[in-house]
């Protein structure tokens, strides 16, 4: 039989599971025999037909997958061969959340069900993958904080020279700003470079650690948001790892540094500043995406230049600062 309900034609919001649903599946009974299935199956034609739905008066109980129908003997009823514990979603959730709860359980398919337990249709295997390709680019458009919107997002390889300019240009606005501001920073520590030159040599390497675990960080953060992971999941988690790569390159810099130029005090100095650059960077990178989050904006923002900006400025700070105690 092919599921025809009032529920499955509902039409549902945009980027939801509902909308990428099929009706046109095979449904059958709890106990209805594999022989009489295999039958049914050859003379209807299908949208999808790796997944064979067992209800009963509507009501998902579970499912069974076409490579097991195919070796069961032809008096087993699909009640005995259905998976009764098949992931599920609702019609009204949200499309990438959707697509990961069906690779996270190993399913090329995905059911929907409403609230009351009763059929809507299955996500096919090509339209996960497609789901799935289509958040990855986004996801990646918008960690460039070029822009904000999903649908500009999907076109933004399509677009003129002139739109990609104006997507670009402002992030790109605020970054000068941060390297004007970092050149007042450095100019006020300017006593403490005069003194010990060597302080520059390594100014370059502690922002870039700075950044590159902020990004390690954001991407995590981001990624998290999207499919409905909460702040509090990653916190404790992510400020531990960012404090534990801090440490582990303070412990491989300060002592290298004392080794190959012999300066022990800035030794000391390049130890701290990554170990303290790195967890700053950490915090920077799971409060932006939050703020953002918090005030309704797309958090992907937080992962673009923006963060960048305030990630080089406060390890520029933290770096002068310890110089300027210590040396």
């Given at each position: 039989m092919l599921l025809d309900t009032k529920v499955a034609r509902e039409r549902i919001s945009f980027e939801t599971a509902a909308q990428h649903a099929t009706t046109r599946i095979p449904v059958f009974p709890p106990d209805r025999l594999v022989g009489d299935a295999r039958v049914t199956l050859m003379s209807h034609h299908y949208d999808c037909a790796s997944h064979i739905m067992v209800c009963e008066d509507q009501r998902f109980l579970g499912l069974v997958r076409i490579e097991d129908l195919l070796?069961?003997?032809?008096?087993?009823?699909?009640?005995?061969?259905?998976?009764?514990?098949?992931?599920?979603?609702?019609?009204?959730?949200?499309?990438?959340?959707?697509?990961?709860?069906?690779?996270?359980?190993?399913?090329?398919?995905?059911?929907?069900?409403?609230?009351?337990?009763?059929?809507?249709?299955?996500?096919?295997?090509?339209?996960?993958?497609?789901?799935l390709l289509w958040e990855h680019e986004e996801d990646l458009t918008r960690l460039g904080g070029f822009i904000k919107g999903t649908e500009s997002a999907r076109t933004s390889s399509e677009e003129p020279v002139e739109r990609r300019f104006q997507h670009r240009i402002p992030w790109l606005l605020v970054g000068l700003i941060g390297a004007l501001l970092a050149a007042n920073f450095v100019e006020r520590f300017q006593n403490q470079l005069e003194s010990t030159l060597m302080l520059a040599f390594f100014l370059p390497g502690i922002v870039y650690l700075a950044d590159a675990v902020g990004t390690q960080t954001e991407t995590v953060v981001v990624r998290g948001l999207s499919v409905g992971a909460s702040m509090g999941q990653m916190l404790r988690r992510e400020i531990l790892v960012g404090l534990a790569i801090?440490?582990?390159?303070?412990?491989?810099?300060?002592?290298?540094?004392?080794?190959?130029?012999?300066?022990?005090?800035?030794?000391l100095c390049v130890g701290l500043a990554v170990f303290a650059a790195c967890g700053t960077a950490t915090l920077a990178a799971m409060a932006l995406p939050w703020l953002l989050s918090t005030l309704s904006l797309d958090p992907a923002f937080g992962s673009g230049p923006l963060a960048t900006v305030v990630q080089d400025l406060l390890s520029i700070l933290i770096y002068f600062a310890i110089a300027s105690v210590l040396i």
């Open positions: 070796g069961a003997p032809a008096d087993a009823a699909l009640d005995g061969l259905m998976d009764r514990d098949a992931p599920t979603v609702t019609p009204h959730e949200d499309q990438e959340i959707a697509a990961w709860r069906a690779v996270r359980h190993g399913e090329s398919a995905l059911t929907v069900v409403d609230a009351n337990g009763r059929l809507v249709g299955v996500i096919p295997p090509h339209r996960l993958l497609a789901v801090g440490l582990t390159l303070a412990l491989v810099a300060g002592p290298l540094v004392w080794w190959i130029w012999g300066a022990t005090d800035v030794a």
